[in-house]
């Protein structure tokens, strides 16, 4: 059984750079087996419904601007797995949980490619892609994540967002600042909740979390967390990369063993 991730992605340069948080993404696949499929949800495809992506030949979004140059030639000839997609779409479907199918969507964004790129850099796994859905509440999202979770016997299943995300308030200019307080506070808050279980507190993070808003102006980048914990049995999370960057951007992976 794999289990499932949630990956601070961090910015995009990060595929071209080599730091501590780039080796503990490519060493990240050797703590569990090889899947035959990765299913993805990227906080950069946010939606109102549910959705999925069916194009069979993807090519990768440059979806930033004015970053190197350098990021713009990068690729990720990763295939889509249509299969899989029809299988989704049963698994939510049988959970009564609407999905509609994507056609006109060109590829993988960057939450998308980014991380994969350095985790599984010959791009021979073929992923398949679901939205964030922003009309759903965070027991709703658990909810897909829970419909998925028999996918795991071959499927990794990845929540690809950030632990912290406020642009606005990053040292762009120092990658090593001394993180700020309350980006320290969310992110041991948000760790203690999943070492311990503690879901109900986790799903009213709005209201119990300590500097939500300082954290994240827009939630888009913390909600993918709910569908991987809800795909996971115990509904137990660990910490693999307690890092910062820029000083406001908690670079944990929390990985669901069970």
Known sequence: MLPT????????????????????LK???????????????????STNELRILTNEDPFIIYDFYNFPEKLYEQEYPANNDI??????????NNANINIYEEETRSGYDHG??????????????PIVQLSLPLNFSA???????????????????????AMTHNLRDMNWHDKNQKPVNYAVAFRDWVVE???????????????????????????EH???????????????GESLHNKYMYGNQAMDTIIFKE
């Open 5 to 24: 991730l949630f990956i601070s992605h961090g910015s995009p340069t990060l595929t071209i750079e080599n730091n501590t948080t780039t080796q503990f």
């Open 27 to 45: 060493e990240l696949p050797t703590r569990f087996d090889t899947p035959k499929t990765i299913l993805i949800i990227s906080a950069h495809w």
């Open 83 to 92: 299969n899989k997609v029809k299988k989704v779409v049963t698994l939510l």
């Open 112 to 125: 998308v490619w980014s991380p994969l790129k350095l985790m599984y850099p010959k791009a021979d796994i």
């Open 139 to 161: 027991k709703e999202l658990m909810n897909i994540g829970e419909a998925l979770s028999s996918l795991r016997e071959d499927t990794l299943i990845v929540a690809s967002g």
């Open 193 to 219: 909740k999943l070492e311990n279980k503690e879901i109900n507190s986790l799903i009213n993070f709005e209201k119990d979390a300590p500097y939500v808003r300082q954290n994240h102006p827009t939630l």
């Open 222 to 236: 913390f909600l993918p967390i709910f569908v991987a914990l809800g795909a996971s049995k115990k509904h137990q």
